[in-house]
């Protein structure tokens, strides 16, 4: 299992803005990379639609057209759906309870986004390793931007 996610600078700074720009409910995406060896290395970060109907101040739903999209985008590449994102509005970069309930996806990549009175404070990422387990912390590391 991938110990360490690594992001560069621009795909969390676009994540930073995703969440600032849906304060002060949360916001939702999906991690597109791949594995390589005690690295997971995010390569895309697809913002997608919160479509959760009651509190999206504390609970997000990602789009599922947006997330099969992503997933038919990636067939037959060396990428794929390594986690998804979202953000924690006016409340810590640490898993809930309700994310500890509702992770459906064990083994993936869950990147954190603390946003404090409209301000991006923290990123953290957690995986599950098991379903109905807890979230352990994954380490997190800034790559710099590749050039184009």
Same mark, same amino acid.
């Given at each position: ?31 597109? @990379?791949? $594995?390589? @060896?005690?690295?997971?290395?995010? =390569? ?8 959760? =109907? ?25 990428? $794929? ?25 064990? @083994? ?24 109905? @387990? ?15």
């Amino acid at each position: 299992m991938a110990i360490m996610l690594m992001i560069e600078r621009k795909i969390l700074d676009d994540i930073y803005r995703h969440a600032l720009d849906e304060y002060p409910d949360e916001c939702c995406g999906i991690l597109v @990379g791949f $594995d390589n @060896g005690d690295e997971r290395i995010v =390569t895309k970060a697809h913002r997608a639609k919160n479509v959760s =109907t009651e509190r999206r101040h504390d609970r997000y739903l990602v789009d599922e057209r947006k997330l099969i999209e992503v997933i038919k985008s990636t067939r037959g590449k060396a990428e $794929d759906v390594i986690g998804f994102y979202h953000s924690h509005p006016d409340y810590p970069s640490t898993p809930s309870q309700y994310d500890t309930e509702h992770a459906a996806w064990p @083994g993936y990549s869950y990147l954190i986004v603390s946003v404090e009175k409209a301000r991006a404070v923290s990123a953290q990422s957690w995986i599950m390793p098991q379903e109905n @387990g807890s979230f352990l912390e994954q380490a997190l590391s800034l790559r710099e931007d590749q050039p184009v």
